[in-house]
C-alpha cells in the first residue's frame, strides 16, 4: 500500500459531463502529481501541486483543471468529456517537489461511453 | 523534449531464467527511476539510480545507469511468477521543474511456472 488514496475506483459517464476525481496524498507528503494511462499514449504528466500551489503543467487539456486544498488533498475536474478521455488517472504524491520518488495511487478508470 | 524508449516491449520467460530490460533516454539522465505495475493498479516504486555507474539491488532486481547517463538496465535473476507485470522507467523531464517525471512505455512481462 503506497498511502496514496484515489476515489472513485472506477466511473461511467456518457460524453459533455463532467467528473471530479479526488486523491489524499501519503501523510506528510506535500507535493501531489496527476498522470493519464492510455493504451497509446503511455503514462502522460498531467499537472503537479506544491503545498497549494501550481508547480508544474505538463499535457493538461483546458477542459481539465485541478486544484490543491490546505489538507494536501487534491482534486482533478474533467469537463466536456470526450470518447478519448476513456483513460486511467492516477495521482502520485512525494514529500517535496525534488527528486524524492513518486508513490501512486491505484488509480480511477474513466470510461466515457 | 525528452523521450524514454524501452525495450524489449513484452517479455515471456520461463521461470527460474534471468532477463535484462533496457531504458534509452533522448538526453542525459538526470534521475532515473524504475517502477512496476500490475495490470489496472498503480505504480510501485523499485529504485532510483542518480549518478553515472551506479547500481542498486533490490532482492532479485538489479538496476544500473551507465556511465554515460544515457542509458540503464533492469536485471531479474531467477525470474518467479511474482516478477510478472509491467516495467516502466521514468526519468526527471529535462528542462522541466524538478519532479515532474516522463515515462517510458512500459516493459510488459510474464512469467510461465
Known amino acids: 500500500d503506497s498511502g496514496v488514496t484515489q476515489t472513485p475506483k472506477h466511473l461511467i459517464t456518457a460524453t459533455g459531463q463532467r467528473v471530479t476525481l479526488r486523491c489524499s496524498p501519503r501523510s506528510g507528503d506535500l507535493s501531489v502529481y496527476w498522470y493519464q494511462q492510455s493504451l497509446d499514449q503511455g503514462l502522460q504528466f498531467l499537472i503537479q501541486y506544491y503545498n497549494g500551489e501550481e508547480r508544474a503543467k505538463g499535457n493538461i487539456l483546458e477542459r481539465f483543471s485541478a486544484q490543491q486544498f490546505p489538507d494536501l488533498h487534491s482534486e482533478l475536474n474533467l469537463s466536456s468529456l470526450e470518447l478519448g478521455d476513456s483513460a486511467l488517472y492516477f495521482c502520485?504524491?512525494?514529500?517535496?517537489?525534488?527528486?524524492?520518488?513518486?508513490?501512486f495511487g491505484n488509480g480511477t478508470r474513466l470510461t466515457v461511453t | 523534449s525528452q523521450e524514454l524508449e524501452q525495450s524489449p516491449q513484452s517479455l515471456i520467460v520461463q521461470e527460474g531464467k534471468n532477463l535484462t530490460i533496457n531504458c534509452t533516454s533522448s538526453k542525459t539522465l538526470y534521475g532515473l527511476y524504475w517502477y512496476k505495475q500490475k495490470y489496472g493498479e498503480g505504480l510501485i516504486f523499485l529504485m532510483m539510480?542518480?549518478?553515472?555507474?551506479e547500481e542498486k539491488s533490490h532482492e532479485k532486481i538489479t538496476a544500473k545507469l551507465d556511465e554515460k547517463k544515457q542509458q540503464s538496465s533492469l536485471h531479474i535473476t531467477a525470474s518467479q511468477p511474482s516478477h510478472a507485470g509491467i516495467y516502466l522507467c521514468?526519468?526527471?523531464?529535462?528542462?522541466?521543474?524538478?519532479?515532474?517525471?516522463?515515462f517510458g512505455k512500459g516493459t510488459k512481462l510474464s512469467v510461465k511456472p
Open positions: 502520485a504524491s512525494s514529500v517535496a517537489g525534488d527528486n524524492s520518488p513518486l508513490h
Open positions: 539510480l542518480q549518478k553515472g555507474g
Open positions: 521514468g526519468a526527471v523531464n529535462y528542462g522541466g521543474s524538478q519532479g515532474n517525471l516522463i
